[in-house]
């Protein structure tokens, strides 16, 4: 197993609601808040809130998180760079998902729009 394979492996083992507050942190320290993180969450994965609480209490992990989204139609919209690499280029789709879901959460804590952020055309 190579170090991308354990990476992936990693990740996919994480839990979301172990990370969820994270990313509550770094949008909340911009002036943004847990609302507008849930709608970004729920526009990239379908959930409701009731879905994605339930994600949380009962420790999903990040690879069923996304086996159970249905992600929006538009996601082909995020492009640019996370980590120094370009999420568009990402090859195995569950780290590409993450990926998605860290962008959108980066964008929405440099203060960019809703509008732009939910990629609504």
């Not at 507050?21 to 993180?37: F, N, Q």
């Not at 992990?61 to 999420?87: D, K, S």
Request: charged fraction near 30%.
């Amino acid at each position: 197993m190579n170090t991308d394979e354990k990476q992936i492996e990693r990740v996919a083992k994480m839990t979301f609601g172990s990370v969820y507050p994270s990313y509550l942190a770094k949008v909340e320290k911009k002036g943004r808040t847990k609302e507008e993180l849930d709608q970004v969450i729920q526009w990239l994965t379908g959930f409701d809130e009731k879905q994605l609480d339930a994600l949380i209490q009962e420790k999903a992990t990040f690879q069923t998180f996304f086996q159970q989204a249905t992600l929006h139609p538009n996601v082909h919209l995020i492009t640019g760079t996370i980590c120094g690499v370009r999420v568009e280029e990402i090859e195995n789709p569950l780290m590409q998902q993450v990926r998605y879901l860290d962008k959108l959460v980066d964008e929405l804590a440099k203060g960019r729009k809703m509008e732009k952020i939910l990629r609504t055309v």
